[in-house]
């Protein structure tokens, strides 16, 4: 966006300080608040192929945001839409030489497959592959329930599949200019991923979704 390094490090720690500040007035002593540092792709229009990176290419694109999110304080780093798995390689390398636990979540399109074509459990077993399984885990965001459901099945019982730990889904599907799910019918459609990814345990909402849409999702996890 035409920042300088300078700048880039001063808003990352200043993302950070906020939400320790408003923890500090705001929070809840009883319960832990984990900040959580994101790191997103590198355009817009990311499933263009010649925009994705290479694996080195992609840890020293993040690595400055992982730095200045790790010196801030951060308690962990998440690579967010991440597109492929050579992109999630490049961010868990760059968090791993910042001593940051790291997740990462992939989106995949309405087929249920990531932009290079690959399946979220060759993705999940590229990324472990390639680093030695430092990640705590892999989540999926950005994209429909059902697509995301699509994508599941498609692994089988493949045992990446138990590296899931999360889902933050969007209620409308790609291109869809309509209102999309309502509460009750996103959350039915998010919960019922737990058959599919059965050590998923964070749910939340992308695209959207608000507050109703998560309520109602609360209502329906333990």
Do not use: K, W
């Amino acid at each position: 966006m035409g920042y300088e390094q300078r700048a880039l490090d001063a808003l990352n720690a200043d993302a950070v300080a906020l939400l320790r500040e408003l923890d500090e007035d705001e929070g809840d002593e009883s319960i832990e608040v984990v900040v959580n540092g994101c790191v997103g792709p590198r355009f817009d229009d990311h499933y263009i192929e010649g925009r994705r990176m290479t694996e080195a290419e992609a840890e020293a694109y993040h690595a400055p945001q992982v730095n200045a999110l790790a010196e801030a304080g951060a308690d962990r780093i998440t690579a967010v839409t991440t597109l492929d798995a050579a992109e999630g390689i490049g961010v868990v390398r760059a968090a791993q030489a910042a001593r940051m636990p790291v997740a990462v979540s992939f989106v995949v399109g309405e087929d249920g497959l990531l932009a290079d074509g690959s399946t979220l459990a060759a993705a999940i077993g590229a990324v472990d592959g390639a680093t030695g399984s430092a990640a705590i885990g892999f989540l999926v965001n950005c994209a429909h329930p059902s697509a995301v459901a699509e994508g599941l099945a498609a692994c089988g019982a493949s045992p990446e599949l138990e590296r899931l730990i999360g889902f933050r889904l969007n209620a409308a599907h790609v291109g869809d200019d309509g209102p999309g799910d309502g509460p009750e019918s996103f959350a039915a459609l998010e919960a019922g991923l737990r058959e599919l990814a059965p050590n998923a345990s964070v749910f939340g909402g992308c695209c959207g979704t608000d507050t109703p849409h998560i309520a109602a999702l609360a209502a329906l996890l333990p």
